[in-house]
């Protein structure tokens, strides 16, 4: 058995550092780094060295170590093909409003891009035609209907912004729409106010086509809360020949259901007229 072994435990050497000297003499009690190499005192084989197992001698952090060392089988995290980064790169667009840039999901209004349009020009200049056809807007009972309406009125006016260079005027399309379809009056009058003021200064006309009864009521009602040279420029148009009257008509897109809705509107007016010529015609008779 080893000398250091005592009832069966293993006790380590404990070795006495001997006194250095600075000095390069050779004096009692000191001894020098040639002395320290050739001194045969030390017994290497006799100290006490951590094993390969042991954790004696580990470094220890306060970093956090991770619960497993697991490999996250391929396929949990999803990778793109080119094809899938430029789908998604064009689902979304900038759009500047004011000083600002707002991002706009372009999938999920793009059923309702339509709802706002060029006309073309009127007079002389750049004043431009702007169609505003409501039946393109999305229905109040989609669960998404907040989120469409909040990327659609970003759409409306940064499209606005980019059309409009100098004096405008708005076409707004109310015929064929429902009453899920109808934008509030909240979410028309942000529309108003976020625009930039050149824009709503130079806005000329609103013409209201195919005006409904609730339209004309909520304006009236509303009158008295808006500027009164901004109710000047409202005007109702009560089919598309009078519309035609007005502005030109070459590059201005009617939606098909609102051409079916006015040729409705007509045949309607017209059978009202004959009756009222018809009975004023037997008046006539009767008398005679």
Same mark, same amino acid.
Request: with cysteine; aromatic share 10%.
């Given at each position: 058995?080893?000398?250091?072994?005592?009832?069966?435990?293993?006790?380590?050497?404990?070795?006495?550092?001997?006194?250095? /000297?600075?000095? =390069? $003499?050779?004096? @009692?009690?000191?001894?020098? !780094? %040639?002395?320290?190499? +050739? /001194?045969?005192? =030390? $017994?290497?084989? @006799?100290?006490?060295?951590? !094993? %390969?197992?042991?954790? +004696?001698?580990?470094?220890? $952090?306060?970093?956090?170590?991770?619960?497993?060392? %697991?490999?996250?089988?391929?396929?949990?995290?999803?990778?793109?093909?080119?094809?899938?980064?430029?789908? %998604?790169?064009?689902?979304?667009?900038?759009?500047?409003?004011?000083?600002?840039?707002?991002?706009?999901?372009?999938?999920?209004?793009?059923?309702?891009?339509?709802?706002?349009?060029?006309?073309?020009?009127?007079?002389?200049?750049?004043?431009?035609?702007?169609?505003?056809?409501?039946?393109?807007?999305?229905?109040?009972?989609?669960?998404?209907?907040?989120?469409?309406?909040?990327?659609?009125?970003?759409?409306?006016?940064?499209?606005?912004?980019?059309?409009?260079?100098?004096?405008?005027?708005?076409?707004?399309?109310?015929?064929?729409?429902?009453?899920?379809?109808?934008?509030?009056?909240?979410?028309?009058?942000?529309?108003?106010?976020?625009?930039?003021?050149?824009?709503?200064?130079?806005?000329?006309?609103?013409?209201?086509?195919?005006?409904?009864?609730?339209?004309?009521?909520?304006?009236?009602?509303?009158?008295?809360?808006?500027?009164?040279?901004?109710?000047?420029?409202?005007?109702?148009?009560?089919?598309?020949?009078?519309?035609?009257?007005?502005?030109?008509?070459?590059?201005?897109?009617?939606?098909?259901?609102?051409?079916?809705?006015?040729?409705?509107?007509?045949?309607?007016?017209?059978?009202?007229?004959?009756?009222?010529?018809?009975?004023?015609?037997?008046?006539?008779?009767?008398?005679?």
């Amino acid at each position: 058995p080893s000398p250091l072994e005592i009832n069966g435990s293993k006790k380590k050497k404990k070795l006495l550092a001997p006194n250095l /000297s600075l000095t =390069l $003499d050779r004096s @009692d009690g000191s001894i020098l !780094s %040639e002395d320290l190499d +050739e /001194s045969g005192d =030390l $017994d290497l084989d @006799d100290l006490d060295t951590p !094993s %390969e197992n042991s954790n +004696e001698f580990e470094w220890e $952090d306060d970093l956090p170590k991770p619960k497993t060392t %697991e490999v996250l089988p391929k396929g949990s995290i999803p990778e793109y093909t080119a094809a899938e980064e430029k789908e %998604e790169s064009r689902r979304w667009r900038m759009f500047r409003i004011g000083e600002q840039d707002h991002r706009v999901d372009m999938s999920a209004i793009e059923p309702y891009k339509k709802v706002i349009s060029h006309g073309g020009y009127y007079g002389d200049g750049l004043n431009a035609i702007i169609v505003f056809a409501v039946c393109f807007m999305p229905e109040s009972n989609q669960p998404n209907y907040r989120y469409l309406m909040d990327n659609l009125f970003k759409y409306v006016i940064g499209t606005l912004e980019m059309l409009v260079a100098e004096n405008y005027m708005i076409v707004y399309l109310n015929g064929a729409t429902t009453r899920r379809k109808m934008p509030s009056l909240g979410w028309l009058r942000k529309c108003y106010q976020q625009i930039d003021r050149r824009l709503r200064k130079n806005l000329k006309s609103l013409i209201i086509v195919h005006p409904s009864w609730f339209i004309r009521t909520l304006l009236a009602i509303t009158k008295p809360f808006i500027s009164s040279k901004f109710s000047q420029k409202i005007k109702y148009v009560f089919s598309l020949a009078e519309l035609a009257d007005l502005i030109p008509m070459e590059y201005v897109s009617i939606p098909e259901c609102i051409k079916q809705y006015d040729e409705g509107k007509c045949k309607t007016k017209n059978k009202r007229v004959d009756k009222d010529l018809n009975k004023k015609s037997e008046d006539q008779v009767s008398e005679q």
